[in-house]
């Protein structure tokens, strides 16, 4: 269970750093939709490598469509999505929101599974809205000490990669059992990055760009994955998604320290209802 604990808390850790490495990328010039081509296409390069070594690359026929809808909402929409979320709003409140994933979650579980709505679901659902709320109001108004405003646009970004976030959990509960991560990653990273290709403008890249979408890929898409899926070997997957939330908690100090981001008390507020929603709703539904 040790090794199960580093390695999830390793994944958080890296997936905490997409925001500040995102903004990196963005301060050298790249748009949204370059970064997100790019981490999707080099990070491909690195799964298929590892699905062809382990020889993982079967595939059923069956689960074509899925995993076209799968690669278009979880890759292309998905990435582009967070991007703007972390170039309007910043990187924290961008991976704050975020994590209004389990609302979705919520709602998708009892449509396609029939998993049932408990008290303690909704009660989870009710913090998250209230929380976001504290958020876009908090923050919209007093801006943070950087001297970011927080528009409506952030928030919509921010709320949208957390709905295209959400369907990692319902595809992954649909394929689990028949394909490893690396195949998985395989086909569904293609159909994402050839789904932003028509409207991705490529532009100049500095060394300093290229190393931005090499910590992208390497750390936060390759490297975060492959230890979650490595610490789901030793833990419950309701133990490993509780240490996960660790995530935006790592996204948010590193902003601080990066460039000053703040939240206004009220946004601070709203963090903490956020992440104590999804705490509760992972326990509600682990004690199933």
Known sequence: ?????AFIVAAALQWGMIGPFSRMAFQEGLPP???AFWRAFLAWILFAGHAVFRREVKLYKKDIGYLLAFGFCGVTLFYYFYQMAVRQGGAALAAVLLYTAPAWVI????I??????TPMKLL??????TGVSAISIGNSVGGNAAGVSFHVAAIGFGLLSGFCY?????FGKFFSGRYSSATLFLYILPIGFLGML???????????AWLALGLLVVICTYGANSCYYAGLKYLEAGRAAIVATVEPVMAAVVAYFWWQEVFSPLGYLGSALVLTAVILMIRDTGNR
């Open 124 to 129: 989870a659902l009710f913090l998250t809205i």
């Open 198 to 208: 028509p409207w991705v403008t490529f532009t100049h890249k500095t060394p300093t």
């Open 166 to 170: 959400s369907l990692y959990y319902i």
């Open 107 to 110: 709602l998708f579980s009892r």
């Open 112 to 117: 396609f599974f029939k998993e049932a709505i």
């Open 33 to 35: 939709m370059e970064v």
């Open 1 to 5: 269970m040790v090794k199960g604990y």
